[in-house]
């Protein structure tokens, strides 16, 4: 029987928690024909190896394994586009989600109809708390606030990350999504304003074993995913990331300058001292944060580093060209000017880390 239904199941570190939930869909889904995607983003706890074990006994275990562009929500995507199922269903691998739910999904999905169907925590009951600690519940509540008035929509829990989606629908969204970060429902619900949703309520559950990958990365990504959504598309999320470390290296300059004038230095070596401050400052960020999937590691980072010193410093020209012509034609207004060529330098600096610097490579 060809599969009915495709389990994406994105993987990192779960070694010891991938077959308690094979076993679980199979007592689950009994009458219904399934099959479960794992995708791996080369868990260097040897997950992958055990989805192999498993797969030796059930041919309805099959294993996707990334090396490249990791990331929770290009791991759902690419999952979701490997299946010949008509529906799909993305959920944790951890445990958290119960199998069991799936049924109620796909119900929901083919009564309303509707082309997703989403579960949803109930994050204000004592219930999800227990799961997820009163601050985390508290802090998804806020972003789940955020998305709504974001997106315009009455959803309870975009921020989940357990739902079914038709292959048709999940098809027809697929290329207009930011692909970054952890949010995947957000970004879908975003992106396509037509879809018919559905939310059945669910009781998040603990972790089974090993810990969750949710951290301040993936809350800095989450705010850039909101201003992209927010400016309609207009402004990238890694655009927002790269001028967010920009605001914050100006920050820095302005700290190191007074330092530095503090211990006596002259004017132009401070001044000198604090600008390469801060351009060291905003790579470290941007490789942490911006293009973290694409970062630099080990020596590669001194040659990153060098190589983004160069970019500024052609970057202050571009900057100091665009202010003159600017300066010229509006006959000696500063501020315009100014403002002209630091704009001018900053979609220098953010179009060639982007598409240079940074680029997409094939592994790493
Ligand atoms: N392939 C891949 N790559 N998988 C990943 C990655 C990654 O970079 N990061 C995490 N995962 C996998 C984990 O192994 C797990 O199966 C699932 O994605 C969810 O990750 P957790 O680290 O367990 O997330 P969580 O439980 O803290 O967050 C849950 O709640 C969020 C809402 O607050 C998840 O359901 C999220 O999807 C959800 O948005
Ligand atoms: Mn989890």
Redesign the pocket.
């Known amino acids: 029987m060809p599969p009915r239904i495709c389990i994406v199941?994105?993987?990192?570190?779960?070694r010891r928690?991938l077959e308690s939930l094979v076993q679980r869909l199979d007592a689950a889904l009994a009458d219904v024909a399934w099959e479960i995607l794992f995708?791996?983003?080369d868990s260097p706890d040897g997950s992958a190896e055990e989805i192999r074990r498993i797969a030796r006994f059930d041919p309805r275990v099959r294993l996707i394994l990334?090396i490249a562009d990791?990331?929770?929500a290009?791991?759902c995507i690419q999952g979701m586009l490997s299946s010949t199922a008509d529906l799909l269903c993305v959920m944790?691998?951890?445990g958290?989600?119960d199998p069991m739910l799936i049924r109620d999904l796909i119900q929901a999905l083919e009564t309303a109809p509707a082309d997703l169907a989403s579960a949803c925590?109930e994050l204000a009951g004592a219930d999800c708390s227990e799961a997820?600690g009163v601050r985390?519940s508290r802090l998804?509540r806020l972003?789940n606030s955020l998305i709504r008035w974001a997106i315009r929509r009455e959803t309870r829990d975009p921020?989940?990350?357990?739902f079914v989606i038709r292959r048709e629908a999940c098809l027809a969204v697929v290329r207009r999504l930011s692909n970054s970060g952890?949010?995947?429902?957000f970004d879908i619900l975003a992106s396509h304003p037509g879809l018919r949703h559905v939310e059945v309520p669910f009781r998040?559950q603990p972790?089974q074993a090993?810990?969750?990958?949710?951290d301040a990365l993936a809350i800095w990504q989450f705010g850039a995913l909101l201003a992209e959504k927010l400016s309609r598309g207009w402004l990238p999320a890694r655009a927002v990331s790269f001028l967010a470390v920009g605001a914050l290296g100006l920050l820095v300059h302005l700290a190191a300058l007074y330092a530095a004038l503090g211990i006596s230095l002259t004017f132009a070596a401070a001044q000198f001292t604090a600008a390469l401050t801060a351009m060291t400052c905003n790579f470290a960020l941007n490789n942490a944060l911006t293009f973290r999937d694409r970062r630099f590691h080990g020596v590669g980072l001194i040659r990153g580093w060098l190589a983004y010193l160069a970019i500024c410093s052609a970057g202050l020209l571009a900057n100091v060209s665009m202010a003159s012509w600017v300066y010229e034609r509006l006959q000696g207004l500063a501020l315009p000017a100014a403002l002209a060529g630091i704009a001018m330098d900053t979609l220098w600096k953010f179009v060639i880390s982007d598409r240079v610097l940074w680029r997409r490579r094939r592994t790493g």
């Open positions: 199941a994105p993987v990192f570190n779960e928690n995708v791996d983003d990334r990791p990331g929770l290009n791991s944790d691998a951890d958290q989600h925590r997820l985390r998804s972003g921020l989940s990350g357990f952890f949010k995947l429902l998040f972790r090993g810990e969750s990958k949710l």
